[in-house]
């Protein structure tokens, strides 16, 4: 039987849990019964690739009242809970994916806390850090975490096999510079990182929520460049890709509105050229199947 959907996002253990409940699946929460459960699918299928489904535990989530998180003046206080960038899809996650779950998190998994993390203790050293936020099945992430070893990579995604993909993948690579955190984003950025804490922002075909009545969920909207602002150090970078040319413009205007925010694209265009290390992913690949073109920005933190 779904948990239901939490009601609000005060910060305390018993909501961080609840909104873990309402995302993840039953068999994912790291309590017993995703043991057994993964236990049983193992003696079961040894090692075939089975797929695990789960339902959605929610759809549309109704707005809730708001957090108060920011420790800055450039947070809007208005980001109001809000209306999501993400909706849970019912999915599939292989047995692979289930088994990185239990066996793997601990090492590339970070849990969401209320309080801003400690990314030196998580990652075991001082290093720049990138951030990626809905890296999907983390294509983009691991690409950057193989080029540039010196770097942390820190990765949100809120679709768990896609995490459970990552996780497999940095494990068959050896990557030790890379964790994911299966969160909102969102709530991720207003507090679990501290202020000035990245070097790097990337979201790269953020959903597009093309229809005009469900612009309001795209990510990329005033007060959620308030966040990145926040949590990006001066001088620090952020890159966007889209196939939506409507989204593009939009992204574009946004940033552009913002005061602490400058363009980093050359020449005529106010569009950036694509970053070197950024691969083609399945959803630009769609993009490119359906005749879109794509849109690379880059804007520095001042
Ligand atoms: C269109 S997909 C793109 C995935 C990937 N960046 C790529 O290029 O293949 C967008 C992803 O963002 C994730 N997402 C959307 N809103 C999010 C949020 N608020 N926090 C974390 N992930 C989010 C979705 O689950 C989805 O996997």
């Known amino acids: 039987m779904?948990?239901?959907?939490?009601?609000?996002?005060?910060?305390?253990?018993?909501?961080?849990?609840a909104w873990e409940a309402t995302v993840l699946p039953l068999n994912y929460t790291r309590a017993s019964n995703f043991a057994s459960r993964v236990g049983s699918l193992r003696s079961g299928a040894q090692g075939a690739k089975r797929k695990l489904s789960f339902a959605p535990l929610h759809r549309a989530p109704a707005d809730v009242s708001d957090s108060n998180a920011s420790d800055s003046s450039i947070i809007p206080p208005a980001h109001s809970r809000r209306i999501r960038s993400f909706?849970?899809?019912?999915?599939?996650?292989?047995?692979?994916?289930?088994?990185?779950?239990?066996?793997?998190?601990?090492?590339?998994?970070?849990?969401?806390?209320?309080?801003?993390?400690?990314?030196?203790?998580?990652?075991?050293?001082?290093?720049?850090?990138?951030?990626?936020?809905?890296?999907?099945?983390?294509?983009?992430?691991?690409?950057?975490?193989?080029?540039?070893?010196?770097?942390?990579?820190?990765?949100?995604?809120v679709h768990p096999p896609g995490v459970g993909h990552l996780m497999i993948e940095a494990h068959k690579g050896g990557l030790a510079n890379i964790r994911a955190i299966c969160?909102?984003?969102?709530?991720?950025?207003?507090?679990?990182?501290?202020?000035?804490?990245?070097?790097?922002?990337?979201?790269?075909?953020?959903?597009?929520?093309?229809?005009?009545?469900?612009?309001?969920?795209r990510l990329i909207q005033p007060p959620f460049v308030g966040l990145l602002a926040r949590v990006l150090k001066p001088g620090g970078v952020v890159k966007l890709a889209t196939d939506w040319q409507h989204y593009a413009e939009q992204m574009l205007d946004v940033m552009r509105s913002q005061p602490y925010f400058e363009n980093l694209a050359s020449g005529e265009s106010l569009y950036?050229?694509?970053?070197?290390?950024?691969?083609?992913?399945?959803?630009?690949?769609?993009?490119?199947?359906?005749?879109?073109?794509?849109?690379?920005?880059?804007?520095?933190?001042?």
Request: charge should be positive; charged fraction near 30%; proline fraction near 5%.
């Open 272 to 302: 950036s050229q694509r970053a070197a290390h950024r691969p083609l992913t399945r959803f630009e690949r769609r993009g490119h199947r359906l005749g879109h073109g794509v849109w690379d920005l880059a804007f520095k933190r001042k």
């Open 87 to 157: 909706v849970v899809r019912a999915g599939r996650m292989t047995a692979g994916q289930a088994r990185a779950w239990q066996e793997l998190w601990p090492t590339y998994g970070v849990e969401f806390t209320c309080q801003p993390l400690d990314l030196n203790a998580i990652f075991g050293r001082h290093a720049p850090r990138v951030l990626e936020i809905g890296f999907g099945t983390g294509d983009a992430l691991l690409e950057y975490a193989k080029l540039h070893p010196d770097y942390d990579c820190l990765g949100i995604e």
């Open 2 to 17: 779904p948990r239901r959907l939490r009601q609000d996002v005060q910060c305390d253990d018993t909501t961080c849990v």
């Open 183 to 217: 969160h909102d984003a969102v709530e991720v950025l207003e507090q679990a990182l501290a202020a000035k804490s990245l070097d790097e922002v990337h979201i790269f075909f953020p959903d597009p929520w093309h229809k005009k009545r469900h612009h309001k969920r």
